[in-house]
């Protein structure tokens, strides 16, 4: 008697053909460098998650570049090595249920202001149209507060300290690892580039702004 799969294979195939599709994009903007950058999708209410094999090129993602987790970052049904980063994506899952999808990428706009504003701790977004872009944010003189967290190799030190942000009971729609990239996420796969485009376009402005004023 065959064994039930341990997940959908269509699900898996369409989160797979959303994440290499977005993927492609993202590098086709120079977002992700030299195989960096790693992307995710939950695939059901269980805890299976769609994500990237590590060390691929983001660029040009087939099915075989993209494999299952499980919410606790196990391998699920495969002996491929998952992103290095997975512990990170599975947080978000396990931390905001509704989240689909989990989006990574080290565009140079991120990683110059990761490590500009590293040194103050969080980029302070305030008076710029774009922040309606982020859900909840209605208006221009909202606060979007985006934390640096220090990089390190050790993924349980950065849970830890997303976790204790997220503690605290302070929103969190994204955040930077200094002199690395930036996180976010959202309740679909649109809405979390919705998020990545427009901080792209924000973390830019902040640069601009600091440029110009110096
Ligand atoms: C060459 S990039 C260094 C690792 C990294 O930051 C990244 O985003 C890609 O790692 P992965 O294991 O997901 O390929
Ligand atoms: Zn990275």
Known sequence: MNALPAYDPEQFSACAAAIADAAREFAAMGWTPATSSNFSMRMDDGDHVAITVSGRDK????????????????????????????????????????????????SRTQSVASRLFGREGRVRLQGWELQKAI???????????????????HMPELTARIDAWLDTGRPLHAYLIDGHGLYTWGRSMDEARRHLEALEFLLGCELDLRRLSS
Do not use: C, K
Not at 139 to 147: R, V, Y
């Open 135 to 153: 859900s909840g944010h209605t208006t221009h003189e909202s606060t979007l507060d985006i934390p640096v967290f220090p990089n390190t190799q």
């Open 59 to 106: 660029g040009r993602l087939g099915s075989d570049d993209i494999m299952v987790v499980d919410l606790h970052d196990h391998p699920v049904a495969t002996e491929r090595r998952p992103s290095a980063e997975t512990a990170l994506h599975t947080q978000i899952y396990r931390r905001f249920p509704d989240t689909r999808a989990v989006l990574h990428t080290h």
